[in-house]
């Protein structure tokens, strides 16, 4: 009798189960490193880095793609991600256009997605697609009342707006248009230009026309100090508003002395050194804060590195639960992370304090903003 042939399959069928149980965790990554929202999307790929390699015992692996700012690009790769890498969840992308177009893709593959882009459209309502989609940043609702509330609260009576020719701007007409209603407010213009665009002249005349007590600027990094240079230049005095799509050194570098003086809201982690003792957001804003500048350098921290700091959060949070039920490279392991994310609470972020449910993929309340003043080009907490 051949006892090595008899044995062989009782070996490589344990040799199978080993490895079986030591599969590594996969997460696909997808962001703007490059292109118009690439101030937005490199803090991000490099918060990545500071993800944890290993949780619960499991080996993780990230394989980080750039999407270029670009919504056919992101679609192309969230698809590499899931049908070659074979992920178990991905994390992206930085914009709301991008983060949109991913949304049938991992639906269509029931894959869990966290993204790091602000619309509340991509996990509003949660439908049998976006049962499939978290995200990190505050919805556009909650930052357009902070800002109808200070600017009802300061006098102003007619508003003019300008924002991103894409579902961004779009979003963000919509909440504030709401709220502005609520609070007394007239929009009394409403612009939009693209991303790409280098004179936005024509816009800002048409506000001016209009003679706005306020303008609320609805961009996002670079591109969003733009409007606001012009309308400087064109000698508006009015008081300027941007949203928490600015909030990174980048936009005070591009924007100088013109963004001085700027309200928005943002999330804690912005000005966390400033926030009083008893805020409850300031000890997790300054864990990522330190843990940023500690490899990147003093200064360097950015809100939306925070966003991807988060989805790490909640991602390191999920993934031990979900191994109890099953192993990762699996479609088992897949839905079990999913409903792990959506059982998440009381989580302390860098941006709020996280409580997921099956009608909530955001999870945040009101401790998740504050009110900011860009003033001699540094961030300033408004109590």
Partial sequence: MNFKRLLLPTLLALLGAAGAARADITVGVTVSATGPAASLGIPEKNTIDLMPKTIAGQKVNYIVLDDGSDTTKAVANTRKLITEDKVDIVLGSTITPNSLAMIDVVAENQVPMISMAASARIVEPVDAKKRWVFKTPQNDI????????????????????????????????????????????????????????????????????????????AGSGTPAALPQKTLKERGYTGKYYQTHGV???????????????????????????????????????????????????????????????????????????????????????????????????????????????????LGLDQRARVMVKIKNGAWKYQP
């Fill in 142 to 217: 909650m930052m357009s009342l902070a800002i109808a509330t200070h600017m009802a609260n300061s006098g102003v009576k007619t508003v003019g707006f300008i924002g991103f020719a894409d579902a961004y701007g779009e979003g963000w007409y919509g909440e504030f248009a709401k709220v502005a209603s609520l609070k007394g407010l007239q929009i009394v213009a409403n612009e939009r230009y693209a991303r790409t665009d280098t004179a936005v002249t024509g816009q800002v005349l048409k506000i001016l026309g209009t003679k706005p007590d306020a303008v609320l600027i």
């Fill in 247 to 361: 909030a990174n050194s980048d936009f005070l570098r591009v924007g100088g002395k013109d963004v001085d003086d700027t309200f928005l809201p943002a999330g804690p982690v912005l000005v966390a050194e400033q926030l009083p003792a008893s805020n409850p957001v300031r000890k997790s804003a300054l864990a990522y804060v330190a843990a940023y500048e500690a490899a990147h350098g003093k200064g360097s921290v950015s809100t939306f590195g925070a966003h991807a700091w988060d989805a790490g959060l909640l991602m390191t949070a999920a993934i031990p639960v979900a191994l109890k039920k099953a192993k990762p490279g699996t479609a088992e392991f897949r839905t079990a992370l999913r409903d792990a994310l959506e059982q998440v609470k009381d989580l302390p972020g860098a941006h709020g304090i996280f409580s997921m449910s099956p009608t909530d993929h």
